[in-house]
């Protein structure tokens, strides 16, 4: 069975920072690309950060400079560190595992609850 469990999530004021993970289970995560998207309220779900498996990294643009996507194939799990957070980053954020080395398959999890107050 696979699962995506994220945690991190909470209550943060603006100007400070979260550190957002994922953990994997039930895949074999070094295959695996993995990228964080967010979903905020009456908005529709979109891409924050990615890494491939090969460790390439690809950032939303509102959060360069800010946010940093790391993965530990290790531990099976990916990260997110959130720096200089603001109200506008307030959304339920998803982690997503997708490959198409051994075919197509895409998972998600089921999100946790980042809120930055102003």
């Known amino acids: 069975q696979v699962q995506l469990v994220e945690s991190g999530g909470g209550l943060v004021q603006a100007g400070g920072s979260l550190r957002l993970s994922c953990a994997a289970s039930g895949i074999t995560f070094s295959i695996y690309n993995m990228g964080w998207y967010r979903q905020a309220p009456g908005k529709q779900r979109e891409l924050v950060a990615s890494i491939t498996r090969g460790g390439e990294i690809n950032y939303a643009d509102s959060v360069k400079g800010r946010f940093t996507i790391s993965r530990d194939n290790a531990k099976n799990t990916v990260y997110l560190q959130m720096n200089s957070l603001s109200a506008e980053d307030t959304a339920v954020y998803f982690c997503?595992?997708?490959?198409?080395?051994?075919?197509?398959?895409?998972?998600w999890g089921q999100g946790t609850q980042v809120t930055v107050s102003s």
């Open positions: 997503r595992a997708d490959t198409r080395v051994v075919g197509n398959y895409v998972y």
